[in-house]
């Protein structure tokens, strides 16, 4: 089967593809009317998250019988058109969890300890040891939004670093019995009584801009926000207020609400830290996506050409 790769992909997934059998077509960065040509003759699209699916490009692609996205979010699928065209979309949601928890620690560290600015202060010759005196994790509360696969990774971490854990999630059907340890809330209990609140939720149309000026008032002023997820679930201008006005006492941020973001304004912010869309980008993360992705593609195309 014809397979059309567009975003950069681990080569041991693509072999695996090869040696199942199927046909790749390469084509980097394509989008819109050039994705749909592109997908000309192929029944199966193997997407990273930079590749648009949108409603459009399934229009115009009646080949295509199966779109994987290598990694969590979804959001780039237009997973209402894909149903109505019967195309079945699957993503590899346990392999980037760990990777994206680290990062949250590695963000949150960074930020309680000045890492940034103090390396780069001695880099230029400047030994600031009392400019940069931080805070430690140990003893504070952190609140999760969103306890699925990375939610539960950042709970677990979080133990190790002896916090308190609380966690909402509007989404969860059930509560999973390993985490009793985490105090289970809703999102307007957590907000007044996090230290530190990290986001892990997808964005929906119902999670878009859940955390607006009304949630951010509602947190401490000396609280902190993490955001690996989606830049959309944090209202942005509203962030940037309530960093501003010191109604919130610092941001991490691996994602925004349009990527790359530009020059934005919470970029210039002194008490924010900010990587691009960092979450799942480890060797071992892209290795375990595009292996699982590649295992999914192979499996699925192995039911619908049956
Ligand atoms: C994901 O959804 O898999 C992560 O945010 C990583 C990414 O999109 O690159």
Redesign the pocket.
């Known amino acids: 089967v014809k397979v059309l790769v567009t975003d950069p992909m681990d080569a041991a997934a693509l072999a695996r593809l090869r040696s199942a059998g199927h046909e790749l077509v390469e084509h980097r960065g394509v989008q819109g009317a050039e994705l749909a040509a592109a997908l000309a003759g192929c029944q199966a699209l193997l997407v990273?998250?930079a590749t648009k699916v949108t409603a459009e490009v399934l229009r115009l692609a009646p080949d295509l019988r199966v779109v994987v996205?290598a990694?969590?979010?979804l959001d780039n699928v237009d997973l209402d058109a894909a149903r109505a065209r019967d195309v079945a979309v699957h993503?590899t949601p346990a392999?980037?969890a760990i990777s994206?928890a680290e990062l949250v620690f590695g963000l949150l560290i960074a930020l309680e300890r000045h890492l940034v600015p103090a390396s780069a202060d001695l880099k230029r010759g400047h030994w600031e040891k009392t400019r940069y005196q931080g805070r430690d994790l140990a003893g504070r509360t952190l609140g999760l939004l969103g306890f699925g696969r990375i939610g539960r990774e950042v709970a677990v971490r979080a133990r190790a670093f002896a916090m308190t854990v609380r966690a909402a999630d509007p989404l969860l059907p059930a509560w999973p019995p390993e985490f009793g340890w985490v105090q289970r809330g809703d999102i307007e209990t957590l907000l007044p009584e996090v230290d530190v609140l990290s986001l892990h939720l997808p964005l929906t149309p119902a999670t878009r801009g859940l955390i607006g000026a009304r949630e951010l008032a509602r947190m401490r002023p000396d609280a902190v926000v993490v955001n690996?997820?989606?830049g959309g679930v944090v209202d942005e201008e509203a962030l940037l207020r309530a960093l501003r006005s010191g109604a919130l006492r610092g941001a991490a941020l691996d994602?925004f609400a349009v990527e790359p973001p530009g020059p934005h304004p919470l970029l210039e912010l002194p008490n924010v830290i900010a990587t691009p869309?960092l979450?799942?980008?480890t060797a071992d993360a892209q290795a375990r996506?595009g292996l699982e992705a590649a295992d999914i593609l192979i499996d699925t195309l192995a039911r619908i050409t049956a």
């Open positions: 990273r998250g996205r990694g969590t979010g993503n392999a980037n994206v690996c997820a989606r994602v869309h979450g799942a980008s996506a």
